[in-house]
């Protein structure tokens, strides 16, 4: 009997600290995979809009531009680029470079929420990927929002 009470504790113990455990295993994970899955998501978003997508990408102390295929244009100065890309933390200036034709990403929803000049967002919100794009501003590019992606529209 006393054993039985002891398995039962221990199985209780068990269960109730295993949610502790698995949070851990997702803080271990090798950051490169988040980075690499990022990346493949902006490039399916990038080629998806644009034809022959040359990438400029304001990042701060995340680098993801390697992880970017390397059939993509990634394009070092802005101002060469047809899609922007800025990272959450970038001290890079939207109004640094001619942006007015280019489509322009984030990975920030409020930076997305605040700002009419940016496409869309992509980000994390518990544990899971989200996209956001904006009709306002894809009227104003001219660009026709595929049916596949007409579930992100805000």
């Given at each position: 009997y006393k054993m039985d009470i002891l398995m039962k504790i221990l199985i209780a113990l068990f269960l109730s600290l295993l949610p502790l455990f698995s949070k851990n295993i997702y803080f271990i994970q090798d950051c490169s995979n988040i980075n690499e899955?990022?990346?493949?998501?902006?490039?399916?978003?990038?080629?998806?809009?644009?034809?022959?997508?040359k990438i400029f990408i304001a990042e701060?102390?995340?680098?993801?531009?390697?992880?970017?295929?390397?059939?993509l244009s990634i394009e070092i100065n802005c101002n060469n680029a047809n899609f922007i890309y800025i990272k959450k933390g970038s001290q890079f200036d939207i109004n640094s470079c001619e942006h007015k034709n280019k489509i322009i990403f984030t990975n920030d929803k409020y930076i997305f929420k605040n700002n009419e000049d940016i496409f869309g967002a992509f980000y994390w919100f518990k544990s899971?990927?989200?996209v956001k794009l904006s009709s306002k501003k894809a009227k104003s590019l001219d660009?026709?929002?595929?049916?596949?992606?007409?579930?992100?529209?805000d």
């Open positions: 899955l990022e990346a493949k998501i902006i490039s399916q978003i990038a080629q998806t809009f644009l034809k022959e997508p701060a102390e995340e680098k993801i531009s390697p992880y970017f295929s390397k059939d899971r990927p989200n660009i026709e929002i595929p049916d596949d992606y007409l579930k992100f529209v």
